[in-house]
């Protein structure tokens, strides 16, 4: 039939019915995250740019407690152009990978002074031609930087749409499309932070809290980790791991204090 789509494990749904159960989601998870945001700390977007370069492979955490110091130190593109690299190298080395990044960031910066007057660009198509930005990082600077509304296609993002069964995509930019069309476009920017909220609180990669989710009758995945609410709550990670129990209708009890100091990945 048309518009009927059976996956490899039988799950059945017509596209209209995908389309509702997404929206459904949406709405579900703007009320599980009402705290939901652009994790890496900056106030334009050349320093929205420069964290997101930084957070290749690093906790959003580790890279806001590098960013305080280095942004006072290099405020301006030009700045990051004629940066003295051993001096750069040493300020991002928490983040990993510090040669490589710190080779993105001092390109970045050259490129925004020949080509953009050193000013970010507003524009996807331009975003993309700046070295160490890739489409990802360049929709979540339009989001964040420019309110222009992005779809983040993150490695958590990814992993829950996925066991949502809302795409069978496995390439980002197809993931991209797949999802934005089952939502409307002003909503693709918070859309995206409250899946990564979910995918870094609640549906871990390995043992997702399935037993405390706010998710459990819209999800096909249910069941992927451990449905005991008890079990479950132990999983729940940061500091509103009780609030996120008490929304799935578990005793907030059951969340050990470990999981509300724990640091969401
Ligand atoms: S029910 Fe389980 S698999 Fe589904 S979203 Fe919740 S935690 Fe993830």
Not at 83 to 102: H, S, V, W
Request: glycine share 8%.
């Amino acid at each position: 039939m048309a518009g009927v789509t059976t996956s490899s494990s039988g799950f059945t749904e017509t596209d209209l019915g995908r389309t509702r159960r997404a929206r459904r989601i949406g709405r579900a998870l703007t009320d599980t995250h009402p705290d939901a945001h652009c994790e890496l700390d900056h106030s334009n977007p050349l320093e929205l740019a420069v964290a997101t370069i930084l957070s290749a492979q690093c906790t959003d955490k580790k890279v806001n407690e590098v960013t305080p110091k280095l942004f006072a130190r290099y405020p301006r593109a030009a700045d990051y152009a004629g940066a003295d690299r051993a001096e750069l190298e040493e300020l991002i080395r928490p983040t990993g990978f510090y040669r490589n990044k710190t080779d993105s960031l001092i390109k970045l910066g050259q490129a925004l002074v020949e080509r953009y007057d050193g000013r970010i660009p507003g524009k996807l198509a331009d975003l993309v031609t700046l070295p160490g930005i890739g489409r990802k990082t360049a929709n979540v600077i339009l989001g964040n930087a420019f309110d222009v509304p992005g779809i983040t296609v993150d490695t958590h993002f990814q992993r829950l749409v996925q066991r949502w069964r809302l795409t069978a995509e496995t390439d980002p930019v197809k993931i991209e499309h797949a999802i934005g069309a089952l939502f409307p476009r002003r909503d693709w920017t918070m859309l995206s932070h409250r899946i990564i909220f979910h995918g870094r609180r609640v549906c871990h990669a390995r043992k997702p809290a399935c037993g405390a989710c706010t998710l459990v009758k819209l999800c096909p995945s249910y069941g992927t980790g451990p449905t005991d609410p008890a079990a479950a709550a132990k999983l729940l990670k940061g500091p509103r791991a009780r609030d996120l129990a008490v929304a799935a209708g578990v005793d907030p009890e059951l969340v050990p204090v470990q999981a509300v100091v724990a640091e969401a990945p």
